[in-house]
């Protein structure tokens, strides 16, 4: 039973556009979703994050959208760069309750020159 | 270097022998997590401790598998008499005391280990 659903499984982008990744949940206890953005042979990173309470969160070029009602979130990376070729995966937690973090199964992200 | 640190970065062994995995989390954070993550998969959830206290383990961890942190500091992670099928990419990742930069982890760059 997959609890984060991600996709899609891979993406190419050219330079300058904006690659979109979205997921979704069924358990309504998450309260915390996290981006982890994962490059090869390094362990993931934490990119950004937001709470159910706010429809969207901006980080520099990263941009997390949130619809409760649909239980779904997307990322959305602006300017997109070479340098951000990664796999990127969403996450969710119960946070207070229960702060084990629940992977999807990742996105390989190509952002052509 | 503050990070999360794992040690060895990659390990190669025959079926049925055992191995130690280590993990020194960041010395201010008192939670420690172990991933496992195979290609092209999320990482999924194996055990977790407050300290030296194992919280939680998943059905993941069958019984070759043991964790420990005797002193709430680093941890070790074994395999007992190893099996192709667990080989994957083995990820240590500690966070500080909750309402301190929220729930985000920091994960080491784990320890590949390959069952041949």
């Known amino acids: 039973q997959q609890q984060v659903k991600q996709s899609p499984q891979s993406l190419i982008v050219q330079k300058g556009g904006i690659p979109i990744i979205n997921c979704a949940y069924e358990?309504?206890?998450?309260?915390?979703f996290p981006w982890y953005q994962q490059f090869p042979g390094k362990g993931p990173a934490l990119l950004i994050a937001?709470?159910?309470?706010?429809s969207e969160k901006k980080e520099g070029r990263f941009t997390i959208s949130f619809n409760k009602s649909a239980k779904q979130f997307s990322l959305h990376i602006m300017d997109s760069q070479p340098g951000d070729s990664a796999t990127y995966f969403c996450?969710?937690?119960?946070?207070?309750?229960?702060?084990?973090?629940?992977f999807g199964k990742g996105t390989r992200l190509h952002i052509l020159p | 270097d503050t990070g999360v640190s794992q040690n060895p970065r990659h390990k190669i062994t025959k079926r049925g022998q055992n191995v130690t995995f280590r993990c020194d989390p960041i010395?201010?954070?008192?939670?420690l997590y172990w991933y496992r993550q195979t290609l092209g998969q999320g990482p999924e959830f194996l055990t977790y401790?407050?300290?030296?206290?194992?919280?939680?383990k998943s059905r993941l961890l069958s019984d070759r598998f043991s964790a420990e942190r005797p002193k709430g500091s680093f941890s070790t992670l074994e395999i007992q008499r190893t099996e192709q099928g667990d080989s994957a990419m083995y990820l240590c990742?500690?966070?500080?005391?909750?309402?301190?930069?929220?729930?985000?982890?920091?994960f080491g760059s784990g320890t590949r280990l390959t069952v041949v």
């Open positions: 990742a500690s966070r500080p005391p909750r309402g301190l930069l929220g729930y985000g982890y920091t």
């Open positions: 358990n309504t206890a998450f309260d915390y």
């Open positions: 937001i709470r159910p309470d706010v």
């Open positions: 996450a969710a937690s119960k946070g207070v309750r229960d702060d084990k973090i629940i």
């Open positions: 010395s201010e954070h008192n939670r």
């Open positions: 401790f407050q300290n030296e206290a194992q919280l939680e």
